[in-house]
């Protein structure tokens, strides 16, 4: 192969349903290279065809072991090698940071191709604030963890968006709703694709709707920031603060408390200072 491109990783963003969305520096690449890592050889071969790809394949993905990890790294110092995932931008709830932190460490090249990134294109079709939001990939499958998850990230006050399937679906949502209370949603599927769907409601509207109903599709969950709390009582922002300083040190305590209970940080730090002095 005439090799025109220089010897490192490329991190190559692809479709998330709509082929068309590839993108010509993306394609170019997969062209160009000597070989790509793919997720499933399988449902990337799709795309390669699409875009007339010819390089060969090799299975990456979050069983594969250190030593391929080596290899890897071994050929980066003389052959262009593309990372890409099933669908969308590697590395985003996808296997890969291990491969690129070892690449980098050994000085190899890393280049990124962005493009399309489900979580980002769901935030912006859900119509709800995006100045400030947070990522939490898929919660985990077991009750008590995903629990224990959705309780901790409860007082963050930024949209969050989730990877969720079908069958699990309602479940989710039932369980968001309990614990985060009847904020704003939006379910969005099928992004790109021919049936794109995007449904707003509140939480516990659209945990009824999904209970008995297992949507097709890849799903984006994104939930509406908290509102502003009325304001806390000196007592509530005292327990907080106390609290927090047995675990905090006093900058550590004040940024915690101010944003659980939507306060100015420099009021609460100078509290802070005044407990712990």
């Given at each position: 192969m005439d090799q025109?491109?220089?010897?490192?990783?490329?991190?190559?963003?692809?479709?998330?349903?709509?082929?068309?969305?590839?993108?010509?520096?993306?394609?170019?690449?997969?062209?160009?290279?000597?070989?790509?890592?793919?997720?499933?050889?399988?449902v990337s071969a799709k795309l390669l065809a699409h875009v007339g790809a010819k390089a060969p394949m090799t299975a990456y993905h979050d069983h594969s072991d250190d030593k391929l990890r080596e290899r890897i790294l071994g050929d980066l110092g003389s052959k262009a090698v593309a990372l890409i995932s099933d669908a969308g931008t590697p590395l985003i709830s996808d296997p890969g940071y291990k491969l690129v932190r070892a690449a980098r460490q050994a000085g190899h090249a890393v280049h990124t191709l962005p493009g399309p990134c489900a979580a980002i294109a769901a935030l912006t079709l859900a119509g709800l604030p995006t100045d400030r939001f947070l990522f939490l990939g898929f919660l985990p499958a077991k009750a008590k963890a995903r629990a224990d998850v959705i309780a901790e990230i409860a007082s963050v006050r930024a949209t969050l968006v989730l990877f969720e399937s079908?069958?699990?679906?309602?479940?989710?949502?039932?369980?968001?709703?309990?614990?985060?209370?009847?904020?704003?949603?939006?379910?969005?599927?099928?992004?790109?694709?021919?049936?794109?769907?995007?449904?707003?409601?509140?939480?516990?509207?659209?945990?009824?709707?999904?209970?008995?109903?297992?949507?097709?599709?890849?799903?984006?969950?994104?939930?509406?920031?908290?509102?502003?709390?009325?304001?806390?009582?000196?007592?509530?922002?005292?327990?907080?603060?106390?609290?927090?300083?047995?675990?905090?040190?006093?900058?550590?305590?004040?940024?915690?408390?101010?944003?659980?209970?939507?306060?100015?940080?420099?009021?609460?730090?100078?509290?802070?200072?005044?407990?712990?002095?």
């Open positions: 025109s491109l220089p010897p490192g990783l490329y991190i190559v963003a692809t479709p998330i349903g709509n082929l068309g969305d590839i993108t010509s520096r993306a394609a170019e690449t997969l062209c160009q290279v000597d070989y790509i890592l793919a997720e499933d050889k399988r079908g069958p699990r679906l309602g479940d989710t949502l039932g369980v968001l709703a309990a614990t985060l209370g009847d904020r704003e949603v939006a379910v969005v599927r099928e992004l790109t694709k021919l049936h794109e769907e995007c449904v707003n409601g509140t939480l516990a509207e659209l945990a009824v709707r999904y209970a008995d109903v297992t949507p097709k599709g890849e799903i984006v969950i994104v939930v509406a920031p908290p509102l502003k709390s009325e304001g806390a009582s000196s007592a509530e922002i005292d327990a907080a603060l106390d609290e927090a300083l047995t675990r905090l040190s006093p900058s550590r305590a004040a940024a915690e408390v101010a944003e659980l209970l939507g306060l100015p940080r420099k009021q609460v730090y100078a509290l802070a200072l005044e407990k712990a002095g």
